[in-house]
């Protein structure tokens, strides 16, 4: 497996308002699209970012996914399943303490990834 860097930082929230709020208003940060569950907001000029997502039930948990050059390998690698994203495709998987780390791949979007931009 080759990570080849971060893709982006989910954050569980209970409210979508109140988070737009904070993220975007108290840290500054500027919304880069929004739906009815989820806020993209830039970290920065990186491509990555930070998401704020609608989590009934388990608000504050965090992900941090990292992009791999082909998701559906690698879950094969770490025993997970792949499921389909708006990038391509994702496996998550939990470190021993219940952590989740997303292994993502862009082969939907291939201009974004690090592959083709030459970030790798």
């Given at each position: 497996m080759?990570i080849?860097?971060?893709?982006?930082?989910?954050?569980?929230v209970?409210?979508l308002a109140?988070?737009?709020?904070?993220?975007g208003g108290v840290?500054?940060?500027?919304?880069?699209?929004?739906?009815?569950?989820l806020?993209l907001?830039?970290?920065?000029?990186?491509?990555?970012?930070?998401?704020?997502r609608?989590?009934?039930?388990?608000?504050?948990?965090?992900r941090?996914?990292?992009?791999?050059?082909?998701?559906?390998?690698?879950a094969k690698?770490?025993?997970?399943?792949a499921?389909?994203?708006?990038?391509?495709?994702?496996?998550?998987?939990?470190?021993?303490w219940?952590?989740?780390?997303?292994?993502?791949d862009?082969?939907?979007?291939?201009s974004?990834s690090?592959?083709?931009?030459g970030?790798?």
């Amino acid at each position: 497996m080759n990570i080849l860097g971060v893709d982006n930082i989910l954050v569980g929230v209970g409210d979508l308002a109140r988070a737009k709020e904070f993220y975007g208003g108290v840290l500054g940060l500027r919304e880069k699209f929004s739906t009815e569950e989820l806020a993209l907001f830039a970290i920065g000029s990186e491509t990555p970012g930070l998401l704020v997502r609608v989590r009934e039930g388990r608000p504050g948990s965090m992900r941090v996914w990292l992009e791999v050059s082909d998701a559906r390998a690698v879950a094969k690698e770490v025993g997970g399943e792949a499921f389909e994203v708006f990038t391509g495709w994702t496996v998550e998987v939990a470190d021993p303490w219940g952590n989740v780390i997303g292994l993502t791949d862009y082969t939907k979007r291939p201009s974004l990834s690090r592959l083709t931009t030459g970030e790798a």
